[in-house]
């Protein structure tokens, strides 16, 4: 316990802060307030959500960032755990089908939970046996859902020992994590169409196909077995009804009220300083924000933001593979018969969009993008007979350094405002002439009543997102598990962390099983039990059908398997032997900048 507490008469609350309510803030506060801490949440913008937040315009409703619900029993498991269920505080809504995907050649791909009709549907270009490759597909993705639901999303990796555990060494073979996703989907399919039309998911980690681990096909399980799902009245009801459940156990929410530090002695917190001088006193504080952003200026004044010996940020320059967005928010004057719910348009260079955003971080010569019309399924996003329409223009974030705009916005693009308004009028206008085009429609400009834009300088001023990345550090083997930061500050006892940027990862259902993660930690520090509605953690649950049947494999497809596996593992080995030899490295935050030394050598990481 901190000086606060040693005050407090015998049974009195503990106090928790949590700076920020995005998703993983207002799900820990009510995990907290649930559990029995007096808690006080802190938001510098005057709304809740974060980037799960609404944007309003004369009956017009746009989520501004996450507008579909994955991995359903993540969501069903967290209010189980506060003592009620999902179905009492938000009506979730099945899309059908899942996505509809439009090819540069006209052809379209209709992806759904209708497992039959999904069958038929990789048949029409996989031929007879596209069924059967599917199945194989979705039999691995299986595997790797369930795996990382009892191994990574429901476990801390506080010490590189933990990769020691028996169930993660027995497993790790089967994670896939040593291959992409693109190899796992070449593996089954034999189309560069179906290949695609399964792995253009991993934007929802804000990584390319080709670099993110095999195992996050978890994702195509969860949409083609159980579905994809909106919550009626836009996916802020979410966190609306996490905070509404907070406040019922007695917390406070305080908007427009921005932190400016975390306050300390000794190595251990004791609250939070506002930005208008105010010092607030708390046991416990749980940071929900940007992680280089709250190192850089929350713990500013803390020496060591060494996490595990691994520097927590690798934006060396800028250059780390993460993304941000162009999003457009479009008022329409009448409805848009041709678009679904879930849209994605696919660029011809499917490889080569993905290269520029996350290796030149730039505007995508030829953009994939993604359509939202929350209309389409809520009648409620929209007037009657007119359509709300959410682009979304996946690009690279921010560099620092760079001044100037290079010819098709190539090698990173800085903060200046002029320079990105051309980037945005290029993007809409690519955007309008891909849908007019594929969708077979015209006057799709004149039918824009009203426009909002998201580009990533209002990601980063907005939500405080270092580069304007919307989905937090990348997911590569060097940023998940260990390598990633955990809940609990590693140097200050009491500061904890929630979201996208901390382990397990990004993604609202994610950042859900983080903050149980949180909750675990805060409560195992201070001996406090959980609570009895806590249960084991079993919610991941595959069903019974033919994925479930033992294939045999083949001789080719074990030795891809394993043989590159077993070599990397052996690598690991050996870099993690020389770096317990040679001492693992200390950095310290100063003036936006990472400084680590190794022996004689001293290295600065611009942030």
């Not at 080569?352 to 389409?376: A, H, L, T, W």
Request: charged content about 20%; hydrophobic content about 40%; overall charge negative.
């Amino acid at each position: 316990m901190n000086a606060n507490s040693d005050n407090r008469s015998e049974g009195a609350k503990l106090k928790a802060i949590v700076v920020g309510a995005g998703v993983g803030g207002c799900a820990v506060a009510a995990r907290l307030a649930h559990a029995g801490f007096e808690v006080e949440v802190y938001e510098k913008n005057e709304f809740s959500g974060g980037r799960c937040s609404l944007i309003h315009h004369e009956g017009y409703r746009f989520d501004q960032g996450p507008s579909l619900v994955l991995l359903p029993p993540i969501f069903r498991q967290l209010y189980s755990d506060l003592g009620t269920s999902i179905e009492k505080h938000v009506e979730l809504v099945q899309c059908k089908p899942n996505y509809t995907l439009h090819f540069h050649d006209g052809e379209k791909v209709v992806l759904s939970s209708d497992r039959a009709a999904m069958a038929l549907e990789v048949e029409r270009f996989e031929g007879p046996e596209g069924s059967e490759r599917l199945e194989g597909f979705l039999r691995e993705a299986a595997v790797h859902g369930k795996l990382s639901y009892d191994l990574v999303l429901s476990q801390t990796f506080n010490s590189i020992f933990a990769y020691l555990r028996p169930s993660v060494v027995i497993n790790v073979l089967r994670f896939h994590i040593f291959t992409s996703m693109w190899n796992r989907c070449e593996k089954y399919f034999q189309t560069d169409r179906m290949r695609r039309a399964f792995s253009f998911g991993s934007m929802y980690l804000g990584s390319s196909p080709f670099d993110s681990p095999g195992a996050y096909t978890l994702l195509q399980w969860s949409e083609t077995c159980e579905g994809i799902w909106y919550p009626k009245g836009g996916f802020h009801r979410i966190p609306a009804s996490l905070l509404s459940i907070a406040e019922s156990h007695g917390a406070k929410i305080l908007y427009s009220t921005p932190v400016d530090s975390v306050t300390y002695t000794d190595g251990r917190v004791t609250g939070v300083q506002l930005v208008s001088g105010e010092v607030k006193e708390a046991d416990v504080v749980v940071v929900n924000a940007d992680l280089v952003w709250a190192y850089n200026n929350l713990f500013k004044e803390i020496p060591s933001i060494s996490e595990n010996g691994i520097v927590i940020v690798t934006f060396r320059n800028g250059t780390d593979g993460r993304c941000s967005s162009v999003s457009f928010y479009w008022a329409m004057d009448s409805v848009i018969e041709t678009l679904g719910t879930h849209n994605i348009f696919l660029a011809e260079d499917y490889k080569g969009s993905f290269d520029d955003i996350f290796k030149r971080q730039s505007m995508p010569r030829e953009p994939s993008f993604y359509v939202n019309v929350p209309s389409r399924i809520d009648p409620s996003a929209a007037p009657p007979g007119k359509d709300t329409l959410v682009v979304l223009v996946p690009v690279g974030h921010l560099m620092p350094h760079s001044s100037h705009v290079r010819e098709n916005g190539q090698d990173g693009v800085g903060e200046n405002t002029q320079e990105w308004s051309i980037l945005v009028e290029r993007a809409k206008t690519q955007v309008i002439d891909v849908m007019e085009s594929r969708l077979g429609i015209s006057g799709l400009r004149e039918k824009i009543i009203w426009e909002e834009v998201n580009t990533p300088l209002t990601w980063k001023d907005k939500f405080n997102l270092t580069h304007g990345s919307i989905l937090g550090i990348t997911h590569d083997f060097w940023n998940v598990l260990w390598f990633r930061h955990q809940a609990r500050h590693s140097k200050l006892k009491g500061a904890y962390f929630v979201g996208a940027s901390a382990h397990p990862g990004t993604g609202v259902p994610i950042s859900i099983a983080g903050s149980r993660l949180c909750l675990q930690t805060i409560l195992s520090d201070h001996s406090i039990p959980l609570p009895k509605t806590y249960h084991p953690n079993s919610s991941f649950t595959t069903t019974t059908s033919a994925l479930d049947i033992h294939q045999p494999k083949r001789l080719f497809h074990i030795l891809e398997d394993y043989f590159p596996t077993i070599l990397l593992c052996l690598l690991v080995f050996l870099l993690t032997t020389l770096a317990l030899k040679v001492g693992f490295p200390s950095f310290e935050g100063l003036d936006g900048k990472l400084v680590g030394s190794i022996g004689n050598h001293t290295h600065k990481i611009d942030l």
